[in-house]
């Protein structure tokens, strides 16, 4: 075996797997410090070792063969796992940490309130926190998961849908009150609006399907719905509310649904992980167990009984 190992052709598979991701030999070359004919190089002696083409040389492109496109999944993977496996013994970590991406008002509202729950089941497992709020793209990157709102097509992953989007008008009760409870969904021309700077779309969406016109006034903005439920919440006025991430606020009364009228935004909350990358034994636990939270089959545990 340790033969085997002396003879691969380490620096070739780095190269082509990295020229892989990027599709180009120029990109490849300027990641890896080298000259865009070192990567040509490199590539023809991996081509030479295994027998077959793996890219399509053109004027002024490169493009992944069938057999080529097949072989990166696999190489890519074990690339990633092999930086991971060297950040881990340069931090002194062990397997034992997920790191996930996540919306700060979906952990506020609804991971935050469940967390310990994971906790509990595995004392050893530890789960890190991304908030930001770029284009998801694992590439380059330590997050094993993510969970994120869409469609379900991000490239180069394995999704499940959690729940879908649905939206309805919140408030605080007191704030109700002082309206008479908002009877009809015009009403909303005597209410203070407020509004999420990346989400202003859905005061629109949620007045069409109610039939009304989103009264001129200006109402209050703010940098992220976790800013404008607690507005709400507080008495400030009226908000969209994603109704299953406040599904506690909601429960416990501390805000209410005064009009009952849930639209169907189109979008749904997914986990999505990369499949260019083995996943971990941790992550494995934690996609069960957030797939358990929301009443759904297991991606990788049978359950008892099941």
Not at 55 to 62: D, K, L, N, Y
Not at 76 to 102: C, K, P, W, Y
Not at 219 to 243: K, N, P, V
Not at 264 to 274: E, I, N
Request: aromatic letters at 12%.
């Amino acid at each position: 075996m340790a033969e085997q190992y002396r003879n691969l052709p380490l620096n070739p598979l780095r190269a082509f797997a990295i020229a892989a991701q990027y599709n180009t030999f120029t990109a490849a070359a300027n990641h890896m410090g080298i000259s865009q004919v070192a990567i040509s190089r490199q590539i023809s002696i991996l081509e030479n070792y295994l027998g077959v083409k793996l890219f399509e040389r053109r004027a002024r492109s490169v493009k992944l063969t069938d057999v080529g496109r097949s072989f990166s999944r696999e190489i890519v993977g074990l690339f990633h796992d092999l930086e991971l496996a060297t950040q881990r013994v340069l931090h002194n970590e062990s397997e034992t940490i997920v790191h996930m991406r996540i919306y700060p008002t979906l952990v506020h509202y609804w991971l935050l309130p469940r967390l310990k729950g994971f906790y509990d089941s595995y004392p050893g497992y530890s789960v890190r926190l991304d908030t930001s709020v770029q284009p998801l793209d694992f590439r380059g990157t330590h997050l094993d998961l993510a969970f994120q709102l869409g469609q379900g097509t991000w490239s180069e992953t394995r999704c499940r849908k959690l729940f879908d989007e649905t939206i309805d008008v919140v408030c605080s009760p007191e704030y109700a009150e002082r309206f008479d409870g908002f009877r009809k969904p015009s009403d909303l021309s005597r209410a203070m609006l407020l509004h999420a700077k990346y989400r202003r779309r859905e005061w629109d969406l949620w007045a069409d399907a109610a039939g009304v016109s989103v009264p001129d006034s200006a109402g209050m903005s703010f940098e992220s719905s976790l800013l404008a439920y607690g507005a709400a919440r507080d008495g400030l006025g009226l908000a969209i509310g994603q109704i299953d991430i406040l599904q506690d606020e909601l429960a416990s009364g501390r805000l209410v649904r005064p009009f009952m009228r849930p639209v169907q935004t189109g979008s749904s909350f997914y986990l999505v992980w990369p499949t260019l990358k083995s996943v971990s034994i941790p992550t494995r636990r934690f996609i069960d167990w957030l797939l358990t939270l929301s009443g759904e089959p297991n991606e990788f545990m049978k359950r008892k009984g099941g």
